[in-house]
């Protein structure tokens, strides 16, 4: 059974860049049968998914997050990334990556989850 | 974007009754072609990820108790929990996985009685 596991700085400064990594273990990044999102939560709020990722590069990011989103994946490592530049106190929350299952020429819902990592964003 | 609206916000029901969760989209998240609903309900507990609960609007995922059931298609749809357990209590979001950016329901909060 996969599992993943977020990791990256619990602060970031306003305006820098929050960098996060997930590790997949339990399986390849690489299989064909898996896309790979990253999805946040302010506390105490709802769910925002920020943009999802294939083994082959390709992407799909939230448009709301107006082009501060890279996400990329680094299958020697067997893991994916996500960078949020010119953070602000905004962007404080739990960030989680997930895994959803290809289907058909598009994905199915996230199916296994990390258990999220907080980011504070403050001076 | 298509909005994910839920109702209610929160409900209470008594141990061993019947909860309903409604969630209606802004857009249909049906696609012709398969006629599946793109449309996803998780669990979440306090300090604890999103839980799968059902997929393609019906589908229940491995493992998921069979007290947990969704239907609609279209733009409207409904989490029934039949048969409440205290370990149901929980925040239960749905998602719409059908157009970019994919979106989430603001989350609706199920206590007990």
């Known amino acids: 059974q996969q599992q993943l596991q977020e990791l990256g700085p619990g602060l970031v400064k306003p305006s820098e860049t929050l960098s996060l990594t997930c590790t997949v273990s339990?399986?390849?990044?690489?299989?064909?049968?898996?896309?790979w999102g990253w999805i946040r939560q302010p506390p105490g709020k709802g769910l925002e998914w920020i943009g999802s990722?294939?083994?082959?590069?390709?992407?799909y990011d939230n448009p709301s997050l107006k082009s501060r989103v890279t996400i990329s994946v680094d299958t020697s490592k067997n893991q994916f990334s996500l960078n949020l530049t010119s953070v602000t106190a905004a962007d404080t929350a739990v960030y989680y990556c997930?895994?959803?299952?290809?289907?058909?020429?598009?994905?199915?819902?996230?199916?296994?989850w990390g258990q999220g990592a907080m980011v504070t964003v403050s001076s | 974007d298509i909005v994910m609206t839920q109702s209610p916000d929160s409900l209470a029901v008594s141990l061993g009754e019947r909860a309903t969760i409604n969630c209606k989209s802004s857009?249909?998240?049906?696609?012709?072609?398969?006629?599946?609903?793109?449309l996803g309900w998780y669990q979440q507990k306090p300090g604890q990820p999103p839980k799968l609960l059902i997929y393609?609007?019906?589908t229940r995922e491995s493992g998921v108790p069979d007290r947990f059931s969704g239907s609609g298609s279209g733009t409207d749809f409904t989490l029934t929990i039949s048969n409440l357990q205290a370990e149901d209590v929980a925040v239960y979001y749905c998602?719409?996985?059908?157009?970019?950016?994919?979106?989430f329901g603001q989350g609706t909060k199920v206590e007990i009685k």
């Open positions: 997930a895994r959803h299952s290809v289907s058909g020429t598009w994905y199915s819902a996230f199916d296994t």
């Open positions: 339990g399986g390849s990044i690489s299989s064909s049968s898996y896309y």
């Open positions: 990722i294939y083994y082959s590069g390709s992407t």
């Open positions: 857009q249909s998240v049906l696609y012709s072609s398969n006629n599946k609903n793109y």
């Open positions: 393609w609007a019906s």
């Open positions: 998602h719409q996985y059908y157009r970019i950016p994919q979106t």
